[in-house]
């Protein structure tokens, strides 16, 4: 056990003095990651902080049914409470306007007040406003709930503007698939630096990998240095990005907080929870050893 760590120290303090033997390049690879991890890290902080300003903005859907004029008193509340028997999970609240308080509040508006008058007597229907929970496939749901009640007793309209719901989920659907494109090609520019730069080392090494193998040295301990590379270069690069993120968050907060104080409204964009950025450095990480573990593979042997 004991040797085996002697060999990783020995791996890593090899693999740092071959990054501090050619700092320029070493300082362009690191740069050039680090720049392509920050794009992914914008886009995620972006849509992190967008969904819950949308669900806030946009509130959950509401169905509303409105009954027959020639509706029981007590249908509104009978159907209130079979909505919340039948169907209490798919509703995260259920409420009963009835048509005397419709009325009340249509004569509290001005606009209202002069027409209602002339009526011999009040319209309006009974109505229950039922807010769909929260979750996945709103729009679905809202759909599929509507379609049922339609069909009950006494119900004579069920209204669902759902337009709204479904572009909403459409352009977030729409960034996570863009994000998981470019996360894929932030991947590829990793694999493909991380690649070529322990493949110069390895040519640069080459006869000092020749001796090492002639004096017994095994395969493992020839290419570990080479995946410390990789992974020493990816966490920096990683920890780098990180630091471009959040300046890049201060003029793009700036430029947010005008508009956002225009309409009224709080939003800051930041970035994304620390278990998520912790899990990121560990996947570039590894991702990076991967990489240095393919090159070295390949340009090595001889």
């Known amino acids: 056990m004991k040797s085996l760590l002697r060999q990783h120290r020995y791996a890593m303090a090899v693999s740092l003095r071959r990054l501090l033997s050619q700092p320029f390049s070493s300082l362009a ?46 249908a509104a509340r009978d159907i209130a409470n079979r909505i919340l028997k039948e169907h209490g999970d798919q509703a995260q609240a259920v409420r009963v306007i009835g048509r005397d308080q419709a009325l009340s509040s249509l004569r509290e508006n001005p606009a209202w007040e002069q027409a209602l008058r002339v009526l011999p007597s009040n319209p309006l229907p009974d109505a229950i406003v039922v807010t769909i ?56 520019v990793v694999l493909a630096t991380v690649f070529n730069t322990v493949r110069m080392q390895a040519l640069t090494q080459r006869e000092e990998i020749a001796v090492a193998r002639l004096v017994g040295a095994t395969e493992s301990f ?22 471009i993120g959040w300046l890049a968050m201060i003029p793009l907060n700036q430029a947010l907080h005008s508009l956002a104080r225009s309409y009224e409204a709080e939003f800051a964009l930041r970035l994304p929870p620390m278990p998520w ?25 001889f």
Do not use: H, M
């Open 277 to 301: 950025l912790w899990i990121g450095l560990v996947a570039v990480a590894a991702l990076g050893a991967l990489s240095a573990r393919w090159s070295v593979t390949r340009n090595t042997k």
């Open 29 to 74: 690879n690191i740069l050039v990651i680090a720049l392509a991890l920050s794009l992914p890290l914008i886009g995620a902080s972006l849509l992190t902080s967008v969904q819950p300003v949308a669900r806030e903005v946009s509130v959950t859907p509401e169905l509303t049914l409105f009954l027959s004029t020639e509706a029981p008193s007590n």
């Open 133 to 188: 929970a929260d979750g996945d496939d709103l729009a679905v749901r809202a759909e599929a709930l509507a379609k049922v009640w339609r069909k009950w007793p006494s119900v004579d309209l069920v209204q669902l503007d759902s337009a709204w719901v479904q572009r909403l989920e459409a352009l977030l659907r729409f960034a996570r698939i863009g994000l998981f494109l470019l996360a894929i090609s932030v991947a590829l």
């Open 222 to 243: 020839v290419r570990r240095p080479f995946l410390y590379l990789g992974a020493i270069t990816c966490s920096v690069a990683s920890l780098l990005s990180l630091g």
